[in-house]
């Protein structure tokens, strides 16, 4: 029973999360992002402020969709620093590469 306990928590401890922006709702992108980059944040991602210039990104293209993650092995890098360390993965998705692909 001790090590189903300790096996829950050590998961718990490197769920996913997801945190996405729609400047006009729509239903959520799945598609390979145009921009996608790791980021570092601390002490469980409380400490830290990176910011995405999305004009830089998409040039002259509108933005659908932004989203900060915590992939699976972002929440690992997480659990071995014991927090103080917790990458954050940034994803950007410009309008004209998502509506080349639905063609």
Do not use: N
Not at 16 to 44: G, H, M, N
Not at 52 to 78: I, N, R
């Amino acid at each position: 029973m001790k090590q189903l306990m300790i096996s829950v928590l050590v998961l718990s401890l490197t769920a996913c999360s997801a945190v996405t922006i729609q400047p006009q709702q729509a239903t959520k992108i799945t598609s390979k992002a145009s921009y996608e980059d790791s980021r570092p944040f601390f002490l469980w991602g409380l400490v830290g402020e990176e910011r995405v210039d999305v004009k830089k990104v998409c040039v002259d293209k509108s933005v659908t969709q932004m989203q900060s993650q915590q992939t699976f092995s972002d929440g690992a890098l997480s659990l071995i620093t014991l927090g103080i360390y917790a990458p954050h993965t940034i994803k950007v998705w410009c309008q004209d590469e998502i509506v080349g692909e639905a063609l």
